[in-house]
Nanobody
Framework: QVQLVESGGGLVQAGGSLRLSCVAS????????MGWFRQAPGKEREFVAAISWNGGSTSYADSVKGRFTISRDNAKNTVYLQMNSLKPDDTAVYYC?????????????????WGQGTQVTVSS
């Protein structure tokens, strides 16, 4: 069992930056690929970014490519999402997810564990 706790959300103006963190419980964090998803009001959950077990492979949604960066620190059981040049369309609840495989995945059904989410609001 893996428990995930996100933090770092908040209110920011368009063009600003935020860094989300997700801390995982358990001693096998390094065996898990991790992902970030988001869900805006009235919309379906969508993929944002993913990272392989050792950080050697990453994947991004086209909408965030060049603005967001996913990274991980296995010694701290933590995955990060650095978000720059934020836009009002980035407003959503952001969720961290984990899958017990080493390779990245871009669909929510491929993840077994989810955090409770953290709200990101970007004002225009």
């Amino acid at each position: 069992q893996v428990q995930l706790v996100e933090s770092g959300g908040g209110l920011v103006q368009a063009g600003g930056s935020l860094r989300l963190s997700c801390v995982a419980s358990g001693r096998t964090f390094g065996n898990y690929a991790m992902g970030w998803f988001r869900q805006a009001p009235g919309k379906e959950r969508e993929f944002v970014a993913a990272i392989s077990w050792n950080g050697g492979s990453t994947s991004y949604a086209d909408s965030v490519k060049g603005r967001f960066t996913i990274s991980r620190d296995n010694a701290k059981n933590t995955v990060y999402l650095q978000m720059n040049s934020l836009k009002p369309d980035d407003t959503a609840v952001y969720y961290c997810a984990a899958r017990p495989f080493i390779l990245v995945a871009t669909t929510g059904s491929e993840y077994d564990y989810w955090g409770q989410g953290t709200q990101v609001t970007v004002s225009s």
